[in-house]
């Protein structure tokens, strides 16, 4: 197909690369996996090239080191990244938030087979244990998966600090680790919850929209560098993943979705990726949950970084541990959490 030809009013003027967004294999990448797939970035102008990581770190340093102008990311990296964690000072913001839940908790069939049936009976479980701590994972530490993580251990009146171990993995490879015994469970987004239910090796007690209804989820991270140099592609590219989450977020669209993420050749198989966007998302316990409210990609005006959002999102990096009480909180807040002029 021939290039589409430039204008001088188009965004792409000033730099006809293409901007190089990184995206991690997760169903709340959808709304980056429609808008190229529909057209909708041509439609507004922008030249999109979508970089798939293995995980968050990636993603970080990719965005650090300028390999990649955005990402699909995890709310509270924005704040990590501003605030120097892991050593490192990067000048990020977000504009726009990809979508509210997402995530679930996983735990092995192991501990189904001890008797372990929910929050309760998992926390007597834990402290009936001799010997090594139990592990459990999350994504990142600067991800909602683990503040999820660590509030459902404390609801199993659990100290995730001295009670269990903790450990970071890439999402993906979640359900290996704990078919092999490595993890006793974790939180992460989908479908890698749903891949370890459909293997036998694991069921979901709690899904993300129940422990913290309304969460952000996933959000544009922007690099103030690219932002300063293509103000028009970036208020061309929140644009089309406005109208991109339009369009995931109807029930109509969803099973022609589902297809669009299986063809991407990053997902494993349309039986993992169906049940979080058409449902039923079933969790290994005979429980068959409604899809609609597990990924809200637009309703409730899910893609605003409203300062509510932001605070919840900030609260947790400090409550958890992540970032230090001392930290000046309204002036991260308005850096990281602003929507695109």
Known sequence: MPAKK??????????????????????????????????????????????????????????HF?????????????????????????????????????????LSTALWKSGVRDAATLGRWVRSQTGSLPAFAAVSKYSSHYFLLRAWLEQCGLNPDHDVRLVILPPRLMPECMAEGLIDGYCAGEPWN??????????????????????????LLVHEDFARESP???????????????????????????????ATGHFPGAASIAPSL??????????????????????????????????????????HGVLPASVRRTELLQQCWREAA
């Open 232 to 262: 028009g592609r970036l208020a061309a590219l929140t644009a089309a993943l406005d109208e991109a989450c339009r369009w995931c977020d109807a029930p109509a669209n969803r099973p022609k979705l589902a297809a669009m993420m299986e």
């Open 66 to 106: 300028r390999q990649l102008d955005c990402a699909h990311s995890p709310a509270g990296l924005v704040f990590a990244m501003r605030a120097g964690c892991a050593g490192v000072t990067t000048p990020v913001f977000t504009p726009f938030i990809f979508n509210l839940h997402g995530n679930a908790i996983t």
């Open 278 to 319: 058409t449902g039923p998302f079933t969790d290994g316990t005979g429980r068959k949950r409604d899809a609609g409210t597990f990924l809200i990609f637009h309703r409730r005006d899910a893609n605003r970084p409203t300062a509510e959002r932001g605070a919840w999102v900030l609260q947790e990096l400090i409550r």
């Open 6 to 63: 430039k204008t001088a009013a188009s965004p792409l003027s000033a730099d006809v690369r293409p901007v190089r967004i990184g995206c991690v294999p997760l169903m709340d990448a959808a709304p980056l996996v429609a808008a190229a797939g529909l057209g909708i970035f041509a439609k507004h102008g922008v030249a999109v090239e979508l970089c798939w990581e293995l995980g968050w770190a990636t993603v970080r340093e990719g965005i």
């Open 194 to 219: 749903t891949v370890a239910v459909q293997n036998g090796t694991g069921w979901c007690p709690a899904v993300s929209s129940e422990i913290v209804p309304g969460h952000a989820e996933k959000v």
